[in-house]
């Protein structure tokens, strides 16, 4: 009987002795959970940084692609409105001619053409605007108001005092008239 109750105090030792053993294996059960939740939310927040990241720069590199684009396509701009008056000089100094049949004349016609050309080559445009056209706040300027020659030209164009023009289809100049009252 000895033997028995030996065996069973011996038992109830090693239970005992587990008994701690279980209570720590099961702290360390919930703090490598904590820790694992703690990663996990840790490893969200680095995705989530990550994505935002990429997104601001891949907005960034569009932003900049397009300005690179509008800056190429509006570099002349300056240029191009300081030649405008010399066109202006070329055109009423083509209206002031009588005969523009003329030998002399010629070398005139070719330097105004070419000069034309080169503005159209660069996306220049002239806006083409008579009397009768309507009036765009958007793209003329009224100088001043007259009293309408005919019933139907009221609110409209009566006369282009200068042209206007656009650089790929961006106003430059605004086209200076005169609206009917």
Do not use: C, H, W
């Not at 703690?38 to 680095?46: D, G, I, M, V, Y």
């Not at 891949?58 to 008056?85: G, H, V, Y």
């Not at 409209?156 to 289809?169: P, R, T």
């Amino acid at each position: 009987m000895e033997q028995n109750e030996k065996i069973l105090s011996e038992n109830n030792e090693q239970v005992a002795d587990n008994a701690p053993e279980t209570a720590e294996a099961g702290e360390q059960k919930d703090s490598a959970a904590s820790e694992l939740l703690k990663l996990q939310s840790e490893l969200a927040e680095q995705k989530d940084k990550y994505i935002r990241l990429y997104s601001e720069f891949d907005n960034f590199r569009k932003r900049t692609s397009k300005e690179k684009l509008e800056m190429i396509q509006s570099a002349n701009e300056q240029l191009i409105k300081a030649f405008l008056p010399v066109v202006d000089d070329f055109e009423r100094a083509e209206k002031s001619f009588k005969d523009k049949d003329s030998k002399e004349l010629e070398g005139f016609f070719l330097i105004y053409n070419k000069f034309k050309k080169i503005l159209e080559q660069n996306n220049v445009k002239a806006m083409e605007l008579g009397a009768g056209s309507e009036f765009d706040a958007d793209l003329q300027e009224a100088i001043t108001q007259v009293p309408a020659p005919a019933e139907n030209l009221k609110g409209k164009i009566v006369d282009v005092v200068e042209k206007g023009y656009l650089l790929n289809e961006k106003v430059i100049r605004f086209a200076k008239v005169v609206v009917g009252s």
